[in-house]
């Protein structure tokens, strides 16, 4: 179970019931003449003075919403005063054609003293990373972005643990002595499609399927619009105060403190990889920073900008970077709620942990949109006390806690829980800090952002809506800590004391210098070392909240957050990494991610070449009880990978499912039966075979070995699938050897002919049971009798077979010609249903030992994908057919195939043999051979086995076993080791293909 974090108490306490100092002295002004005039028993004036006092305390002590009365009123007169005089709007330069240098920042308000460098070149590539000096703070940042698995599918152990990563790194960062703040920043913008676009536009096959085609544009254009991004950024702050001595021993100035920086940078990354879990830290260069800043006030300029880093690649006079002259807004307006900047509105709200305490993860109602076009942002911000500081605040908080128990108890006046929580939390605190943890003093705000058409007050009431559905809190209107702005930092020289005057006493009589002078002698003088001159200083003045003048964005009032007063330990509180990384947009557009609320793509091959995503091999294993979904599913897929290049080979189709499919893109299946027309020789060359005798002698050895060794494999699996007794017939290199020299013999590849002759496997048994003297002699027999006694099995086995399972389907020469161009061929093996199991499983078997054969030379860029339904059948037949697969599998990255297995539960893999056998060790191994696995609804019993077989945790149990059962088509996604929560979303014509209940629409 994950822990809760409760242990923070508000960041300034009262020591007199609650009442802070400044509080408690403007109450005590206003009643001290109340008591003077009742002494005086002047009743009349005692009661006037009594009614100001009453409004005085109104307006001082009684907050609202973070501000006290005076404060709203002090900041409505200033908002009122900065509106008349057009202080508060704000017009870019560029805008107005002031702009004096494209690459200065030029930003409204708060913003307005930033100032953006390029750092020293660092690393192997020489890259030059942003440095963000704030000249109204006097303070030095660097900002990366992240990336984060999420806390979405996590267990408890797993959250425990990325909760202990950040409080390692809030106590470094203090250790460290230089960092002040450390900011989280995640954002959940709509999908603008830009990506997915480009990827479409380069990977679509002019010769593609129409209807393939229609369903991606129709997918794509549904779920785009209502399915949203995350992106994630980390900053820390270092004033100018702290970091000017280090900086001087680096050589002092820009670069010196950009070392300073780069160091800080490192280090943090190094926490931020470890016990924090990111997958990556990217630390922004000027360019990257601007496009953020740009994307953050104009969320939709950022498929503008995508396309122009696209047409980069062809074309470099196309220009990608933002200037930081235009990084800003255009226009802004601060309004009394909102903030208006360009074509939209943004709307925040200050957040407030729950009394009761916060689990890990607890915000993710936070940063879900609730209307396609919505954009939100959560930032949490730790301000981090140095060691003495804190300690200083802390004696102090628990004087102030035990001084206001002391009172009340002298009073009399009963303690309630709550004052007793926060005495007792103030002793805590102090026993922390002692144990090495930081003191920070953290804060969060939320943001969402909309167009200006749309009514930005309504998703401000769905914003505080879900903070308390998180089981936080907007600004109540109750008492509770307001934010400070933190102050200036004093400037390097001119720092809060000055050294007093020394009074120096004249020197008595001559030195030794002097009398020696005096008789002509001088001393050599050492000569003075050179001092170094004075470093220039780095900041000029700039107001904190913006210049007063008109245009200028100009911010009339500081911020009422809620802060709160905690030890590194309950930082995580306020987690903001909820969601999954989302997965590049490419591939098949499956559904939506219900934990992010993103599209969600499926795309195997490309996974594996893409360094991002925790994938080496592209195959699927699918897993799920009937009627879940699982076929719909499967054939969705391959459709919607049919637009982009992918054939689909269905090696057996036992129930017909994909004959609807196959007549949807005008393919006829083929009907493998008894007392059908269509034959298959399992036996057959494929292209290897092709142009034999044009082949060099080196060349024809190598086709040579690979048919072998493919129909060798087949031999060995079917007669492997054979009893005798209770046991299956052993296949042992004897007759491994006799079986290839008679393949050999019949193909004329022995007796070295320039044309191979096509074989069939009756015609291998009818060698073997009458061998010519040079197959008895290739196979080291002294005679017929004794190749005839030792190969008896072998033969029995093969005969059961020609006269048995293979009789009219696999025992003569190919008679169907496949179109391979086609979008997808599929055999049909429903008529072989009453013939049992083995019969299925060994029709699969041969099929996918042709299946191999007719793909082992392609054409560059033949992607396929080979749906293998039922193949519990085919693995059951024993540890040799099992083998066959697994080779299938480690070899698709190789041959550019998506080996796609169908199964209902972990059962069907794990009953091919006694526990403790090698194929069922190797059905095991298969689970590791297919980094994407496909979870449907099971019952709770087949869901515990998956997860155990899988080593999932309860969480993604209880879903399979819960969730996934209550709607058709949801699924976990198991890619690699992440796990995506997914609702497919079919397309309308989906349904004629994927509809599987004909049988029983009598029902209705």
Known sequence: MAAVYDDYGPDRVGFFFGLTGPRLAALTLAVIPVFVAANQQRWLLAAQLAAIAAVVTVLVVVPVRGRSATGWLLASLSFTAGKALGWTSWRSKAATGKAEALENADLPGAMTGIEVHDGAPKGPSQTRYAVIQDHGLRTWAMTAAIRHPGVGMAEGDRRDQYGRGLTELLDVAARASLISDVVFLVRTVPDDGAERQQWIAAHRRPDGPELARRMNDELATALTRAAVRTEAFVSFVVPESRIAKQAREFGGGLEGRTRVLYALADEISAMLRGGMGMTDVAWLTSPQLALAVRTGFAPADRAGIIDALAA???????????????????????????????????????????????????????LTPSEPGERRSYTVVFPILPFSRADRQTASGEWAADMGEGLRGRLQIRQRSRDRANVTRAHRLDAKLASGHALTRPYAVACVTVAKTMRVAEFGRRLDAS?????????????????????????????????????????????????LADFGHDLATKPEPERPGKEPYLFHASPRRGQLRPGRGWNPARTPVVQYRMTSDQAAAWWPFIANPPLPPTGAQIGIDELSGGSFYADPLGWVLDDTVPVTNPNVITFGKPGGGKSTNTKNFATLMMDFGYKVFVLGDPKD???????????????????????????????????????????????????????????????????????????????????????????????????????????????????????????????????????????????????????????????????????????????????????????????????????EIKAPGDLRINIRDEMWKQMRLGLEAVKSLDADMRFSRRDGEIQFVVGHKPGD????????????????????????????????????????????????????????????????????????????????????????????????
Not at 338 to 351: E, K, L, R, V
Not at 797 to 806: K, P
């Open 312 to 366: 980069h690649q062809t074309d470099q006079a196309v220009c990608t970077d933002v200037p930081w002259a235009m990084a800003g807004p255009s226009g802004a307006d601060t309004t009394m709620r909102h903030y208006s900047h360009d074509a939209w509105n943004s709307i925040s709200s200050t957040i407030k942990l729950p009394d009761r305490g916060a689990c890990l993860g607890a915000l993710a109602p936070v």
């Open 467 to 515: 903070v308390r559905r998180a089981g936080f809190a907007p600004p109540a209107r109750r008492p509770g800590p307001g934010r400070r702005l933190r102050r200036r930092h004093p400037a390097p020289g001119f720092g809060s004391h000055q050294e007093g005057r020394r009074m120096r006493t004249p020197p008595r009589g001559r030195s030794t210098a002097q009398l």
């Open 657 to 855: 499912e994909y004959e609807p499919l196959c007549r949807a893109f005008g393919v006829q299946p083929f009907a493998v039966g008894p007392g059908m027309s269509a034959r298959i020789n399992p036996l057959d060359f494929g292209p290897l075979g092709d142009g034999w005798d044009t082949l060099d002698r080196v060349e024809a050895q190598r086709r040579a070995g690979i048919i072998f060794r493919r129909w060798l494999t087949l031999i060995r699996g079917l007669v492997g699938s054979q009893f005798v007794g209770e046991q299956r017939v052993p296949f042992g290199p004897t007759d491994a050897r006799v079986v290839e020299s008679a393949l050999a013999q019949l193909t004329g590849y022995l007796d070295g002919h320039h044309t191979l002759h096509v074989t069939t496997i009756p015609a291998l048994w009818q060698l073997l049971a009458n061998p010519t003297d040079q197959l008895v002699t290739e196979c080291r027999y002294s005679s017929t009798r004794q190749f005839l006694d030792e190969t008896r099995l072998l033969r029995d086995a093969l005969g059961q077979l020609v006269t048995g399972a293979l009789a009219g389907l696999f025992d003569a020469p190919t008679t169907i010609a496949v179109d391979w161009t086609a979008p997808i061929q599929s055999f049909s093996l429903s008529r072989l249903e009453p013939l049992g199991d083995e019969a299925m499983g060994i029709a699969l078997t041969c099929l996918s030992s042709w299946g191999r054969a007719m793909r």
């Open 909 to 1004: 893999m794990l009953t091919v043999g006694e526990s403790t056998s090698a194929a069922t060790a190797i059905a095991k191994e298969l689970l590791n051979l297919a980094d994407l696995k496909i979870l449907h609804g099971q019952d709770p019993s087949v869901a515990r086995e998956l997860a155990e077989l899988l080593e999932l945790g309860p969480i993604a149990e209880h879903l399979m076993a819960d969730w996934a059962t209550q709607r058709k088509g949801r699924a976990l996604w198991c890619v690699g080791k992440q796990i995506y929560k997914v609702q497919t979303v079919l397309h309308p014509a989906a349904a004629a293909f994927t509809y599987t209940n004909q049988a029983i629409d009598g029902a209705r």
